[in-house]
């Protein structure tokens, strides 16, 4: 079973439109982390965030927000009026605090941004 | 502070050449992380070492593949010989392991084409 879904394969949008990536995990740990990187044209992985199973604050950078809730195992990535420099793959991740070493990647989701 | 560093970043080779892919993680970070991504498979996990030591070879393809690291602040992934479905972007990540919560960081990875 897949431990990070990504049901959105691919997205299209209009700039300065709003657009949010869905991300849906499986754990049994109380204790886990969850992370988003980001993946442009150029081809690196770029850290963007990271939360831990205790905080489900909401959290806002910029035109980047996170909707972590723990009711529906859901860690949602909304960028606010999007921009075509936010045309990229975007991938969520899981850690489980017993089995450290792995990071569980999510099948990413392409995002166009179109001018 | 510099991140991760890989090299090369692109190689083109004729199958069943050796191809040798290096790595120097963050100083500081006890762990790296060999990963592999592909349109099919997406990014899987080859192996994992831990001050050194490889903990979780696990996703290693098969025999052709090995990894090394030395020391603290050197890597190689090896393919030997190489086979065109080996093309592939191969991403060196580290992290320092006080915590399975800690971020991995990941190179710009090494595109590789076997023809």
């Known amino acids: 079973a897949q431990k990070v879904t990504q049901a959105q394969t691919e997205i299209?949008?209009?700039?300065?439109?709003?657009?949010?990536?869905?991300?849906?995990?499986?754990t049994r740990d109380t204790t886990y982390y969850l992370f988003w990187y980001k993946q442009p044209p150029s081809g690196e992985l770029v850290f963007l965030i990271r939360r831990n199973s205790f905080d489900e604050q909401n959290e806002?950078?910029?035109?980047?927000?996170?909707?972590?809730?723990?009711?529906?195992?859901?860690?949602?990535?909304t960028i606010t009026a999007s921009q075509v420099v936010d045309s990229a793959v975007y991938f969520c991740a899981l850690s489980e605090d017993n089995?450290?070493?792995?990071?569980y990647f999510g099948t990413g989701t392409s995002l166009t941004v179109i001018p | 502070d510099a991140g991760v560093i890989q090299s090369p970043r692109h190689e083109v080779t004729e199958m069943g050449q050796e191809v040798t892919l290096r790595c120097?993680?963050?100083?500081?970070?006890?762990?790296?992380?060999w990963y592999?991504?592909?349109?099919?498979?997406?990014?899987?996990?080859?192996?994992?070492?831990?001050?050194?030591?490889?903990?979780?070879?696990?996703?290693?393809p098969e025999d052709r593949f090995s990894a090394k690291m030395p020391n603290a602040s050197f890597s190689t992934l090896k393919i030997q010989p190489s086979e065109p479905r080996d093309s592939a972007v191969?991403?060196?990540?580290?992290?320092?392991?006080?915590?399975?919560?800690?971020?991995?960081?990941f190179g710009e990875g090494s595109w590789l084409t076997v023809v």
């Open chain 1, 60 to 77: 806002i950078s910029g035109r980047y927000s996170w909707n972590f809730q723990k009711s529906t195992s859901s860690f949602n990535f």
């Open chain 2, 90 to 105: 191969y991403f060196c990540a580290s992290r320092m392991d006080t915590s399975s919560g800690n971020t991995i960081y």
């Open chain 2, 36 to 60: 592999r991504q592909t349109m099919m498979r997406g990014l899987e996990l080859l192996i994992y070492f831990n001050n050194n030591v490889p903990i979780d070879d696990s996703g290693m």
């Open chain 2, 24 to 33: 120097k993680p963050i100083s500081g970070h006890n762990s790296l992380f």
């Open chain 1, 99 to 103: 089995t450290g070493n792995q990071f």
């Open chain 1, 12 to 26: 299209s949008v209009v700039e300065k439109e709003d657009v949010t990536l869905d991300c849906v995990y499986e």
